[in-house]
Structures are given as structure tokens and as C-alpha cells.
């Protein structure tokens, strides 16, 4: 950031950070339960500048409040997203953004903000892209695991592995949602599972020409404004797997295989001898069921509309009327 050059009003509202982390300045105003949800209607409505004033403000005299801290990350991490899609450019620039977003997530998780734990896993993968754009996956690859992987709640995690798992070897992974590409991230980057599988974001190779830029290199494929023809040329060298909620439309044409929790294309669609588990996930929702152990039951339920065989074995103990493939 150019020390010559004005604060963005996006960005000031970070200073007040400074106060928070300072008990000894700030007096602890009561908590407004409408603050949080109020500034998600004005993000949803198109003025995130204004949301992010709000909770900056609010924030400053209510530091208790773990919705509303879970809100300001929210923010910064939407913008340090746009930042890519708008071409890398503007002052800050993407990291300054994940860095406030981190700082705020890591007050929603010490105020027991289920999603806080989530969100700041996504801060970590988003971190780790803007490495990858610098410096390529081989690069990326070669820091995993970390000491410090994403910190996300082991079942997330569990499930990054099953979905890596469930790839044949040396396959390109898409995914259908945010959490199946945030767990399978988790999974390779930040804990070193199946190094020979790519996980690839669909959405950011439509619109981030650095992001692309590296993909393709890595694929050796060819960088083109046309995301399906990559895809088909890649699936000529190696299999194409598709997590549960993946579309099979937008990326190769087939012949699809099940397998275990994916449908694979390609050379080779033969599973590898790994193990899939679902102890963590089962450990938890005994635990206490959360809208994440729910969200992860519907990738596990969607899986078996596919695979039918997955009800007798790793989803024997799984049921949602929402869903119904196993236990109906």
C-alpha cells in the first residue's frame, strides 16, 4: 500500500481494529443482535463499502459481538475475491484484504462462531492461490503439508481426503460447491494428501487470467479463452474426477464412471487402494450437529444418488429426507 497516497474508505474501516485490540481504550458497549444481519442485507443489496463502515463503527464499541467480527471478515474476504476477478489490480491489493479477514475470523472463532472456524479456512486457501499465482502449483505443492494447515474442523478436512480418495491416480479434481472445494484444498495443500491429484477451481479458470495462466501450465494444456476445450484435451492425458455436487456439463463430455464418492473420466477411472472414513464427521455429529455436519451429510447423500453402494458400506448410518438415498 502507498504510504503516500489516501485510504481507501473499504479500508479504513480496518483501523478501528486497532482499537479493539486495545481493551484498555475501548469501553464494551452492549451487543446490537440486528448489527450483523443488518450489514449482510446491505452487502446483499450491493453496498458492501457501507456494511463494512457499519460493523467497523459498531465493532469499535462492541468488540463481544462474534456475528458481527464473523460479518466484517466476510467483507474483506468478498473483496480481496473481487480483487482477482477485477485483474489484480487497486491498492490494497488482495493479501492486505486476507489479512483483515483473518484477524476478523479469528475473533468470530475465539467468540465460538461455528462459521468462523470455515471462513477462516477459506482465508487460508485463498492465501495460498495468490502463492500459486506467483510462483505455480509445483511451488505450492512443494510447502505441503504445513505446520499450519487451514483451521477448519477435522470432518472438513476428512472429507477433503475422501474426495482426493476418491480420484483415480493422477487425476484433475472440479468441484460442485464452496465446502467441496474449500475440504479438498484442505486436504491436498495445507495437510499433503494425494500429491499426485490437482484440484482444480472451475470458476476461478473462467475468470482469473493468472490463476489460468498456472492451471494450464501445470496441466500442459493450452491457456485458452474457451475453459471446456482445456478440459477436453486434458482428459485425453488424464482422468477428470467430479466431486458430488459437480456438473458434469460444464467440463468434459464423458464417459462417465462411478467411483466411490465421484464419477471420473478419462484414460484410467480405476480407483486407488486408499481408505475412505467418516469417523471424524460421525465423532462430530454425535457431538453436536451444526449446519456444517449437515452440509457435509448432503455431500455424502448426494454421493450415494450416484453410487448406491455407498449405503451399505461408508453411509450405512446416514439418512436426510432431503436427500433420499440411504435409510429410506
Do not use: K
Not at 458492501?48 to 471478515?73: H, I, K, N, V
Not at 462411478?258 to 484410467?268: E, H, M, Q, Y
Amino acid at each position: 500500500m502507498n504510504p503516500e497516497r489516501p485510504i481507501p474508505r473499504f479500508v479504513a474501516a480496518c483501523l478501528t481494529l486497532v482499537c479493539v485490540l486495545a481493551p484498555a481504550a475501548v469501553g464494551q458497549g452492549a451487543i446490537d443482535p440486528n448489527v450483523a444481519p443488518r450489514a449482510a442485507a446491505m452487502e446483499r443489496a450491493g453496498d458492501r463499502m457501507a456494511a463494512t463502515e457499519l460493523l467497523g463503527s459498531y465493532l469499535a464499541t462492541a468488540p463481544g459481538d462474534g456475528r458481527a467480527w464473523f460479518q466484517f471478515g466476510r467483507m474483506y474476504l468478498l473483496a480481496a475475491r473481487d480483487w482477482h476477478e477485477t485483474g489484480h489490480t487497486g491498492d490494497p491489493d488482495g493479501a492486505l484484504y486476507l489479512d483483515l479477514a483473518a484477524i476478523a475470523f479469528d475473533h468470530a472463532v475465539n467468540l465460538q462462531v461455528d462459521s468462523g472456524r470455515i471462513f477462516r479456512g477459506a482465508v487460508e486457501m485463498e492465501r495460498d492461490l495468490i502463492r500459486m499465482e506467483r510462483t505455480g502449483w509445483s511451488a505450492l505443492r512443494a510447502e505441503s503439508p504445513r505446520r499450519d494447515p487451514a483451521p477448519v474442523p477435522a470432518f472438513i478436512a476428512e472429507l477433503g481426503a475422501n474426495l482426493l480418495n476418491s480420484c483415480p491416480a493422477n487425476a484433475v479434481l472440479i468441484s460442485g460447491n464452496e465446502l467441496e472445494t474449500l475440504a479438498s484444498w484442505v486436504a491436498a495443500v495445507g495437510m499433503g494428501y494425494r500429491a499426485d491429484v490437482f484440484p482444480l477451481l472451475w470458476n476461478r479458470l473462467q475468470t482469473d487470467s493468472l490463476y489460468r495462466r498456472q492451471a494450464t501450465f501445470s496441466l500442459g494444456v493450452q491457456d485458452t479463452a474457451d475453459p471446456a476445450s482445456m478440459m477436453r484435451a486434458m482428459v485425453a492425458r488424464r482422468p477428470l474426477c467430479l466431486t458430488p455436487f459437480a456438473d458434469t456439463m460444464v467440463a468434459a463430455p464423458g464417459p462417465w464412471v462411478v467411483t466411490r464418492l465421484a464419477i471420473v473420466t478419462g484414460p484410467d477411472t480405476s480407483p486407488t487402494s486408499d481408505v475412505l472414513t467418516i469417523s471424524q464427521f460421525l465423532s462430530s455429529q454425535r457431538h453436536r450437529s451444526t449446519t456444517w455436519t449437515h452440509a457435509v451429510s448432503r455431500i455424502y447423500l448426494q454421493a450415494a444418488r450416484r453410487n448406491l453402494l455407498l449405503c451399505g458400506g461408508l453411509l450405512a448410518y446416514l439418512s436426510d429426507p432431503a436427500y433420499p438415498a440411504c435409510g429410506q
